[in-house]
């Protein structure tokens, strides 16, 4: 950083089954062993990939000569998923709270835990320092001075201390104009930014045996509790319904949406998103991300017919309490209404643009997208192929995927002359899919400045605080730049809206623009970078939790591409409703 080297130290638990698999067989089917990586052991124990097993012999794949093998189970150990390991203990009644001791020994279930983590990273560097240095390196020696970096709001950057900004919390509009920073209150003291009034018909369809519960959840959501006063009065919007559609089963559900839908051509994209499908989708029986379970078949149904739709599960239907408020949010927000956006525009951008792809098991098939938002945060549409692509041609598709996207923004007349256009990314992109966005986005808007934005929510950084009167964590809102293009932004740090848990992880921001004709990138203001990262993790529609850990670019791009990988999963291609792309869908 800035030309000097250091060392990056956290401190991390990991799980790791030493049984054998015949062992584990006992146990588990040895079928689930496939696919697992694993030690194996012929002169030596060497690392490998289990591609076949049966009760005697295991086929490993060895990375190190790339080379196939059999193995008698006796010989191998598989590295056992959380979820295999826990199999394994049941089955044997053992009384052991694996998750639990997961979250006390990782450090993230409690509130201080921040400074736990420090003292362990101070240890382990002193212990470094003191064991492993100085190593030599040819003619070179490297020493490591076991002194964290200080982080200082006073002075300026220097090889002992960063320099640490601090910005404040941001606020959002709600009805009449009306400012808070605490989505919550402000929501239901103010009402939803918009304020005309709305009628929404539910189509709720559940079991037999659970009508009554389905329509006290809707009676929930009309009339409210505690502090969520009803959807009338916090979002302007009137729930109707006319009657409450029994299944038989759950595997009848997909069914019966067919035979409504063939009963009511009418339903399908409906412009006025005034409709909304409301089903129970018990989770029983399936795993969460199973793709031929009711809450995928449905949804994919659904939407492909343009209709918006609100799953419930079992837990909410039996004690909607602290819900429903969400729920309600949820269920207007897929409707086209806005509950809230920023009071002001974020600087230096017109539109924000959440580009990234989803790719299928076997890494060859990609499925792009984008997520577009004015500069208020303000949702505009989505973006997509509706075909997976071979991940070859990834750069070609990216570009042509950004040019949709221009030219559909000028199709509206929302695009100025010379926009400033920041495009967000989660998934590292090369450089020649940076060119080829970039052409894409000129072939349309040749003045365009464009700045790509890399964050990464998965990196080895952490940011401490000392003072007595923090939780360990620095400050949500601090940012310190590490390099000329590179600043690290604590979202989720010590703050008065969540108390957290463990020790957050500061979002690592890298960015690239580029000026209107040229192609080589130049740096970004880093104040600016942040607080344009800042303010999009207050635009979570789908939570009136008071910020998100990632800005909504990126996280809407994270659900888009949960959901659209399962629909993949059943069958190509997954057409999203033309009428649905102007709404967040995906919640």
Known sequence: MFGRAYVSIDYTCRVLSIQKANEVAQHVSIGNLVGLHCVAQLDSWRSGKILAADSEWITVHFYDNDEERKVQTNRVIPSLSLTLIDSTLQAQNIPFDLFGTIKKFSLVSEPAAARERAEKIQTTANDL???????????????????TVALSEVERRSDTTFHVERLSEPAVEFRDHQRLPDVREGITKFGSYDSDPH???????????????????????????????????????????????????????????????????????????????????????????DESSPYYVVKRRLLEAGIPCQMVDSGTLRNPDWKDLNLALNIIAKCGIAPWVLPENIPDADFFIGLSYTQSRDGQRILGFANVFSSYGKWEFYAGNTTAFDSRDRSE?????????????????????????????????????????????????????????????????????????????????????????????????????????????????????????????????ARTLALQVLNLTKLNWASTDSFTAEPITIKYAGDIAYLTAAFLRQHEPFQLHKVLERTPWFL
């Open 397 to 525: 598709h990216l570009g042509s995927l950004a040019q949709s996207v221009l030219e559909r923004l000028k199709h509206d007349q929302a695009l100025p002359a010379s926009p400033n256009l920041v495009i967000h990314h989660s998934v590292r992109i090369s450089k020649d899919d940076y060119a080829a966005i970039l052409n894409g986005v000129r072939r349309v808007a040749p003045d365009a400045s464009v700045s790509f934005v890399w964050i990464n929510a998965h990196n080895n950084f952490r940011l401490f605080d000392s003072r007595p009167e923090s939780d360990g964590s620095i400050q949500r809102g601090s940012f310190v730049s590490i390099s000329r293009r590179r600043v690290l932004l604590s979202t989720t740090g010590y703050n008065a809206y969540r108390k957290m848990l463990g020790s957050p992880r500061p979002l690592d921001i890298s960015a690239d623009h580029y000026r209107p004709g040229y192609t080589m990138p130049v740096e970004c203001e």
């Open 129 to 147: 320092a003191a064991g492993i240095f100085p190593l030599v390196f040819g003619e070179f020696e490297a020493r490591l001075v076991a002194k």
């Open 199 to 289: 009628t929404l018909e539910l189509v709720p369809i559940c079991l037999p045996n659970q009508q009554q519960e389905m329509k006290s959840l809707i009676e929930r959501l009309k009339s409210g509790k505690y502090k969520y006063p009803g959807a009338e009065r916090t979002f302007a919007t009137r729930f109707n319904y006319s009657a409450i559609v029994a299944v038989d089963s759950v595997a009848g559900l997909d069914q019966e949406v067919g035979r409504l839908l063939a009963e009511h051509p009418d339903w399908f994209g409906n412009e006025k998103l005034n409709r909304l499908f409301l089903v129970h989708t018990p989770e029983e029986g399936y795993s969460i991300d």
